[in-house]
């Protein structure tokens, strides 16, 4: 174990992974070298392209006029729905690169406009004339389960017999928590630039996690073979699974306006258009019952999970599934049920985003598990405890894969002793009881989240690596770097291979045209698939090679050591360098591709049954709040967590990935709200109405612990995906602000306390649980 | 006309004419110079991506303050010195000490928001010798938003960057005064392109009498709220006028009567003389925006514009400050309370400009105090502003202001819930009368930032919390007190 994301003392054999490098980009960030889409030098005819987007939430459109927009100053091209030859786009059947007939969100995308400039852009599409007659609009899960509104087939799973195990529970709860949505907020708006070449090819530059499937719409909706068109991704300004489906549409009106020009152009979304036009995190509704003992054992619990959509399903059918997947968290439920409804709702249809249905999950059986020791005065962390996973059949999930034993019980009982939770418990009770008009809380929750993409054919990755005369190394792979340090993570791997020094290796930007028919870059899987993929592809060289210094040095293959930058065997030794040379000149191919699926892994949807994930991957935080009482306003005064990351390739990059999704994670449950109108439009569509964390709303005392146990399946170097995971951990923050609420009540009522928990939300629900509470007392003084 | 405007980039004067007067400081970086360190992440003042430094003389000093170019105009660049990401690396291609901690540090990860996080530490670290407190991190950091790392490896680079030491910035910056004094100019600017003008006096006669002869100029401060029009609404200004050149209107006089604010003093400008006033109106200011906004926005604007979720008003009212107006040659004094009509509506006539605002002296023992209540601590508009001003007198109120901002289509006085105050007892029962008469004075609205019934219920107990800070039991000690202002 490290702490502080120190590295181990280096291992013999390698000197670059498992060290804490910095990014490979650091220097260019720091400076502003760093090019991101907008900042490529723009060819010289390039036009600005614009988006209308519907003011509606629901709508027919009784008349598109673009003519204005076409007769405008500095226009080129106008597109409406009835100029595309394709206009379905989309993981899945249901989006349009333009609204056509009708509006179904208040953000759609209606016409499109290239100009001279971008200024000129939107000036003109504000000309076009457009009449609606609005329909009725369905904004809320509410409404949509009340007109059953579904964008997909509800889905369950099953374990046991919950009904029979429920009535037969010595308690039962119920209950209801509703939990907002999130923003990506990625700082790098949604961009792309297509760039015409000749034969009817494209090249488009596009912000996106999934550059395949930018190419295979692009293609689409050109009406050119997929082979025409490449995408050209060289980094992210931030994606948090914004990127994954949403920049596909952005590419398509600019290669659209593109091809029907013949000249370069660029679609920038500012800050509010990106914010209407785009998903977001899933907002959920869940509707809980449990069954449990007097010690807070679940013997049973129903749930039903039911999620704000949008108008299309996009990728909500493995989000949805996510979630149930996660609605175990880290607990063993004997008997289950969950319900999985995803509502059909005129708003921007939602998407990935970091966790991936996964936090909406855990935060339902979290509240679960919580209400319970709330309802039995007991600590909840206790029946937390009670009810992890262990023991004799208590090892598999509702889904049928086994869960490892002894990782979260280690984790809990170290962080439980290290944060002194304990102690504090106890201190913040005395604290409480001096203080009327401040109160504190402390929770400590767990998490268990599964790594691999839940659609099997998706866990798989290439790579690209090559070998010049010089001994320098070029490495491609499929992944997108996004600020997540995946770039460097590969390189690390592929330096370590080939025994040289990472300044060696150049990574360069991802494109299609090196690595075809890539997955996203996503579910925590990049450095996994991706370092797996070009560890494969280095070895590949390095076998040729090692024959080759076998004969030059005298010795025998399987003695050559590929080290600092060297190639020796036995005493005999020549630069890896020297090496490359003596291939080239004995006709040794250097250049290599690498192909990775992960293995053990099948799943049966229809069942919903199977081993989905290679592995798990766990943590745990304690986090300690503040409320004020009269405001209720309030901050997170100490965290402690401990992180497992495998056999950590870059500890600096995991840390990094662990508090930036803590703090993402904590904004989800705090402060980051999404609001709609009584007319259905999102209000919160900038940084002045919608609040992600600053730099104070992070606390001083924040102690981060890295659990570097060797992966027990054979991944890239032992190592575990991190990307995902530490979001949730922020689940403590909100369960210690419920610990906080509930002080205001009479210590034993359970608060009602909706995320994200804003001021208003905490105030609310201390103004109730105090009503409920001085009830109580009127009720046992007049009884 | 002086049709161009001076500044300097790189230790060269550059000099811009034939341009759009309210081109932003960001447009013309990223569009005619392809300067693209700098990043647009919302174009609203609010994320700090696009965060540049200014450098200027004042008192024949030179002052660096970081400021979002996306609401800056091109013409505010005038007489000063420019810094972007692009500047700060040393001959030789060195990297600034704030640059190489955030690289040790693991400071970036996507790498979007650093340039604008650089500029912010860059001006910390050359304006202020010593290592930071982490709240006056907190505070430098507040306007620059990243949502990759969680803030700890920046809050940790800040100081790496003290701790690496040299500062060879300071030597280099006796030939930048040399400099600026330079590009001093006399007479106004005044920049017309593309039938739209944008005049900048050098004194207050000079300003008074162009808004009286062009009453239809709009008036520019810091541009922190009037960048918006451009840059969010896209609305063509035809003709603005700025009063941040004229040396009268940044004055901050103290004396043993009043403090007067300047109409053009920046928040930061001011803080230190508001501070002192009293701590309370201090700590209401540091909430303001961010670092970058406060190094430009204004109290003045934040007055004149007459918003009813401003943030001063309420304090203001609380403490009978009077705003100073002047229409040609004439000038008059009016109380702030009498200035707000109407939503966005207030007293000043065709022309009229406000010139100052002027805080008197409380009576001793008054007590005062203002809350902010938003989502977040930082760099957030209110849910409710709230302030309220007690004298006491042989145990009774003399005089009681309640005023709040967020809660009608003006800044307004709570005259009713005042009423209930005075006479009596500062104590639970008459606090307890003064909260009931909120219910029928107050108007609030439901909307995105909170709900109308939340509003209310706040606005009741923010004056509750005042008086158990002031003279509840336990007065003084933590109870109460805002967990933000909790210093750990």
């Known amino acids: ?783 | 006309m002086s049709g161009a405007v001076r500044f300097l980039l790189d230790g060269g004067v550059r000099s811009i004419s034939g341009i759009d007067p309210t081109t932003t400081v960001l447009q013309w970086l990223r569009g005619p110079e392809r300067r693209c360190g700098t990043k647009e992440g919302c174009a609203e003042g609010d994320c700090g991506a696009c965060t540049v430094v200014l450098g200027e003389l004042v008192g024949g000093v030179v002052r660096l303050r970081a400021v979002n170019a996306c609401l800056l105009f091109l013409p505010a660049l005038d007489g000063k010195a420019l810094f972007t990401v692009e500047s700060l690396r040393a001959q030789g291609g060195a990297l600034h000490p704030v640059q190489r901690a955030l690289v040790e540090c693991h400071g970036s990860q996507c790498g979007f928001c650093t340039p604008g996080f650089v500029m912010s530490m860059f001006a910390l670290y050359e304006s202020e010798r010593e290592p930071p407190t982490r709240r006056r991190v907190d505070e430098v950091l507040a306007g620059n938003l990243c949502r990759c790392t969680g803030y700890r490896p920046i809050v940790e680079a800040v100081g790496r960057a003290y701790a690496l030491g040299t500062r060879d910035g300071v030597s280099a910056r006796e030939g930048l005064a040399q400099a600026l004094a330079g590009l001093a100019r006399e007479r106004a600017l005044d920049l017309e392109h593309g039938g739209k003008r944008l005049v900048a006096p050098r004194s207050l006669d000079e300003l008074a009498a162009f808004t009286a002869a062009h009453p239809e100029a709009l008036v520019l401060a810091g541009g922190t709220d009037l960048g918006l029009l451009v840059t969010k609404e896209h609305r063509d200004l035809p003709l603005l006028v700025s009063v941040g050149e004229v040396p009268e209107l940044h004055q901050v006089e103290e004396s043993a009567t009043h403090l007067e604010i300047g109409a053009a003093a920046t928040y930061s400008e001011a803080l230190p003389a508001l501070s002192a006033y009293h701590p309370s109106l201090g700590a209401l200011v540091r909430r303001i925006g961010s670092t970058q906004i406060r190094n430009a926005a204004t109290l003045g604007g934040n007055v004149a514009n007459a918003s009813p979720v401003g943030d001063t008003p309420p304090a203001l009212l609380a403490l009978d400050a009077s705003v100073v107006l002047r229409l040609g040659a004439e000038r008059r004094e009016l109380p702030l309370s009498s200035f707000f009509l109407g939503y966005r509506k207030t007293a000043l006539r065709k022309g009229e400009l406000l010139t100052a605002i002027r805080i008197p002296r409380g009576a001793p023992g008054r007590e005062f105090r203002a809350y902010k209540v938003s989502k977040r601590v930082d760099q957030d508009i209110a849910a409710v502003c709230g302030a309220f001003a007690v004298e006491r007198e042989a145990g009774r109120v003399r005089a009681a202001r309640v005023a709040f901002g967020g809660m009608a289509a003006v800044p307004l006085r709570a005259v009713k819930a005042e009423a209930e105050l005075t006479g009596r007892p500062f104590g639970e029962a008459s606090v307890e009368a003064a909260v009931a008469a909120l219910e029928e004075e107050l108007k609030p609205i439901s909307d995105m930032r909170a709900s109308a019934a939340y509003r209310r219920l706040v606005a009741g107990n923010l004056l509750r919390k005042f008086w158990l800070e002031v003279a509840g039991p336990g007065a003084g000690e933590q109870g109460g007190k805002r967990p933000a202002e909790v210093t750990p």
């Not at chain 1, 109405?689 to 027990?712: C, H, M, W």
Request: glycine share 10%; hydrophobic share 40%; aromatic share 6%.
């Open chain 1, 1 to 783: 174990m490290s702490h502080d994301g120190r590295a181990r003392p280096a291992r013999p054999g390698s000197g670059t992974v498992h060290a804490p490098l910095p990014h490979e980009s650091a220097e260019f960030h720091v400076t502003g070298e760093a090019r991101y889409v907008d900042d490529l030098p723009e060819p010289r005819d390039l036009l600005h392209a614009y988006l209308l987007l519907s003011d509606r939430a629901h709508a027919r459109i009784v008349r598109l006029d673009a003519s204005p927009a076409l007769a405008s100053p500095g226009v080129a091209a106008v597109l409406t729905a009835g100029d595309l030859r394709e206009n379905g786009i989309g993981p899945v059947p249901g989006d349009l690169v333009l609204a056509d007939g009708t509006v179904e969100y208040c953000g759609q995308s209606v016409l499109a406009v290239a100009a001279e400039t971008a200024e000129l852009a939107r000036r003109a599409a504000h000309r076009a004339v457009i009449d609606y007659q609005d329909l009725p609009a369905v904004v809320t899960v509410e409404e949509a389960l009340a007109a059953d509104a579904f964008v997909l087939p509800t889905q369950v799973m099953r374990r046991g017999h919950p009904g029979p195990a429920l009535r037969r529970a010595r308690h039962r709860l119920s209950g209801r928590l509703s939990i907002g949505g999130q923003e990506h907020f990625y700082l790098e708006g949604q961009v792309a630039m297509a760039v015409p070449r000749e034969g009817g090819g494209m090249l488009v530059h596009s912000s996106t996690q999934h550059p395949s499937e930018v190419q295979h719409l692009v293609a689409r909706v050109l009406g050119v073979p997929q082979g025409a068109v490449v995408t050209e991704v060289r980094r992210l300004g931030g994606g948090f699974g914004g990127k994954e489906t949403q920049a596909a549409p952005i590419a398509c009106v600019a290669a659209l306006l593109a091809q029907r020009t013949g000249r370069p152009v660029k679609l920038r979304l500012d800050r509010d258009d990106d914010i209407r036009f785009t998903g977001k995190r899933h907002d959920f509704l869940v509707e809980w019952e449990a069954g449990f003992d007097g010690e807070g054992r679940i013997q049973a619990v129903q749930l039903e999970l039911s999620s704000r959509c949008g108008i299309s399903p996009d990728l909500s059918g493995p989000v949805n599934d996510r979630a149930v997947l996660h609605a175990d968290n880290a607990y063993f439920l004997p008997h289950v049920q969950v319900i999985s409804r995803r509502c059909r709702t005129n708003t921007a249809s939602n998407t990935a985003f970091r966790g991936f249905g996964g936090p909406q999950g855990v935060m339902a059986i979290e509240q679960v598990v919580d209400e319970v020791a709330r309802h039995l005065g007991l600590d909840p962390l206790e029946v937390r405890r009670r009810n992890l996973y262990g023991g004799p059949g208590r090892d598999t999930t509702p889904y049928g894969q086994k869960v490892e034993r002894g990782a979260l019980p280690a984790i809990l009982a170290e962080l439980e002793q290290t944060s002194d939770y304990a102690s504090r418990r106890e201190a913040i009770h005395a604290f409480n009881a001096g203080s009327p008009h401040t109160k504190r809380g402390i929770a400590l929750t767990p998490i268990k989240f599964g790594i691999s993409f839940t659609a099997t054919f998706l866990n798989q990755a290439g790579a690209l690596v090559h070998v010049y005369t010089d001994g320098s190394v070029h490495l491609n792979h499929g992944g997108v770097e996004m600020g997540q340090g995946l770039n460097l993570k590969v390189a690390q791997v592929v330096a370590d291979e080939l025994g040289v020094p990472l300044d060696r290796v150049q990574v360069t930007a991802t494109t299609t045209e090196k690595v075809p028919n890539t997955s996203a870059t996503a579910a925590s899987s990049g450095s996994d698939m991706n370092g797996k993929a070009a560890q494969l592809a280095a070895r590949a060289i390095k076998v040729r090679l090692a024959a080759l210094a076998a004969e030059e040095l005298s010795g025998r293959a399987g003695e050559v050591v590929f080290s600092g930058g060297d190639v020796r065997c036995g005493k005999r030794s020549m630069t890896f360098a020297e090496l490359a040379e003596r291939a080239h000149l004995h006709r040794i191919s250097l250049s290599a591709s690498g192909f990775y699926r992960t293995p053990k892994i099948h799943w049966d949807q229809r069942r919903f049954h199977g081993r989905p994930f290679l592995y798990f991957a766990c943590g745990a935080a304690v986090s300690e709040v503040e409320v004020d009482v009269l405001t209720g306003e309030h901050r997170v005064l100490r965290v402690d967590l401990v992180h497992d990351v495998g056999d950590s390739l870059n500890p600096a990059i995991d840390r990094g990935q662990i508090e930036g999704a803590f703090v993402q994670g904590m904004g989800w449950l705090t402060s980051e709200e999404l609001w709609w109108d009584e007319k259905g439009r999102l209000r919160t569509h900038a940084p002045s109405t919608y609040k992600i964390p600053a730099a104070g709303d992070v606390p001083e005392d924040f102690r981060v612990s890295l659990r570097q146990t060797p992966n027990r399946e054979a991944t890239v170097h032992r190592s575990k995906g991190v990307g995902e995971p530490p979001l949730m951990l922020a689940i403590s923050v909100f369960h210690a602000l419920r610990d906080a609420v509930a002080a205001c009540g009479d210590g034993r009522l359970s608060p009602r306390l909706d995320a994200p928990a804003t001021p208003e939300r905490v105030l609310l629900a201390i103004q109730e649980i105090r009503a409920r509470a001085l009830g109580q007392d009127q009720g046992a003084a007049a009884s």
